[in-house]
């Protein structure tokens, strides 16, 4: 957080200046290729668990009960990944938030002091999302979601201002995730499904640009990006010892996922582009 606060702070800054100094507007049309680098970090995502489908009725609204009718995930859930089996061990930290880099090309047109465009960016970043939920038995059960970059088109659209331009972005996103399970549970088998895909999302986002000759710009940006994971499932089955938990409602076992099923994203990085 420490490092999105002070690029923003700069962002602003240089902002600032931009309008402070305005004139007349420098020719930013053409194509141009270039790169990014700075700082991502996920949005709070405290407070989930797993959710379960003990009736494999495609709803995960159903609470695992022991043969005795008591919650066997009554332990509760952490953010993280299980230090032991016993809720009481707690759980390590998640990896959210990273260094990012990549590049980008794209094309602007001028209209007196207005620019429009579009770029295209694909973009470098590890993130890991864990949440775990333990069981009476007692045993944890932990669910891995990874963030491994992006692919991006998007508009752009500002004001330029001289050597400046303000401007403001939005558009459609690709990220590639994949989705692990782990757990001490040694008597059920575990499969996952959907475990590696490309999902769809969107970015908002802004920045500030200025020329430091007619064909190199250096700039600011934050964008915000937003992922519809999809949710992997891992499905609980047998072989397993009488009385199981995750049979009694249904021999073919029980489905488990995370509660919450989108990935979000504050990035703030640095630009260079090389226009022609």
């Known amino acids: 957080m420490k490092h999105l606060l002070l690029t923003a702070a700069a962002l602003a800054a240089l902002g600032a200046g931009s309008a402070a100094n305005a004139q007349s507007a420098r020719d930013w049309s053409g194509g141009y290729v270039g790169a990014q680098m700075g700082w991502g970090q996920r949005a709070n995502a405290e407070g989930e ?18 043969a005795a009718g008591a919650d066997a995930f009554s332990p509760g859930s952490c953010d993280g990944v ?27 047109w001028q209209f007196g002091n207005w620019v429009v465009g579009g770029v295209a960016e694909v973009t470098r970043l ?78 908002v986002g802004g920045g500030y ?12 940006e934050y964008l915000y ?9 891992t499905r609980a089955g047998g072989p397993a010892p009488a009385g199981n938990p995750f049979l009694l409602v249904n021999s073919a076992g029980t489905d488990m996922r995370r509660s919450k099923d989108m990935t979000q994203i504050h990035s703030v990085r640095m630009t260079a582009s090389y226009r022609f």
């Open 49 to 66: 668990r797993l959710v379960f489908d003990t009736d494999l009725d495609g709803q995960f609204d159903d609470t695992v009960r022991t």
């Open 82 to 108: 299980a230090r032991g089996a016993a809720r009481g061990a707690g759980c390590t930290g998640d990896k959210d938030s990273n260094f990012e880099f990549g590049a980008r090309a794209g094309y602007d």
């Open 126 to 203: 590890n993130l890991d999302d864990d949440v775990t939920s333990f069981s009476t038995t007692p045993a944890f059960y932990t669910s891995t979601r990874e963030l491994n970059g992006w692919g991006a088109l998007r508009a752009r659209g500002g004001y330029a201002m001289g050597d400046n331009l303000l401007y403001a972005t939005a558009g459609v996103a690709w990220a590639e995730m994949r989705d692990r399970f782990t757990t001490s549970n040694g008597a059920n088998s575990f499969t996952v499904t959907g475990d590696d895909k490309w999902v769809t999302g969107y970015q």
């Open 209 to 220: 640009e200025r020329k430091l000759t007619d064909d190199v710009s250096l700039g600011v």
């Open 225 to 233: 990006s937003n992922f519809d994971e999809g949710t992997a499932t």
